[in-house]
């Protein structure tokens, strides 16, 4: 079965970075696209970024442009996620997931298999 695990959330003062990862296994062929998403409390999710694997094609909301970067290391199955300038805003539980035969799309319904999430707080 398809199971992805989150990993290096915490607390981080503003200013500072993190790295997160997501750690997959039981992917098959064609299963080439991992996302970010994040909930904060009393929001609605978002996404975050999203890679293509196989092609490194990459997508960015425009709220982490230029501050978040999403990067793969295929041979361990792991995509990571590095945050740096982090604000408070930046605060909530983040999520991975992945979609079969899907570009590196920012829209959640197009992924099927979701982590259990990494609490990242950032504090001012």
């Known amino acids: 079965e398809v199971k992805l695990v989150e990993s290096g959330g915490g607390l981080v003062q503003a200013g500072g970075s993190l790295r997160l990862s997501c750690a997959a296994s039981g992917f098959t062929h064609g299963r080439h696209t991992i996302g970010w998403f994040r909930q904060a409390p009393g929001k609605e999710r978002e996404a975050v970024s999203a890679?293509?694997?196989?092609?490194?094609?990459?997508n960015y909301s425009p709220s982490v442009k230029g501050r978040f970067a999403i990067s793969s290391n295929n041979a361990k199955n792991t995509v990571y996620l590095q945050m740096n300038s982090l604000k408070p805003e930046d605060t909530a539980v983040y999520y991975c997931?992945?979609?079969?035969?899907?570009?590196?799309?920012?829209?959640?319904?197009?992924?099927?298999?979701w982590g259990q999430g990494t609490q990242v707080t950032v504090s001012s």
């Open positions: 997931a992945t979609g079969s035969d899907i570009s590196a799309t920012l829209s959640a319904v197009w992924y099927d298999y």
């Open positions: 890679i293509r694997l196989d092609e490194g094609s990459t």
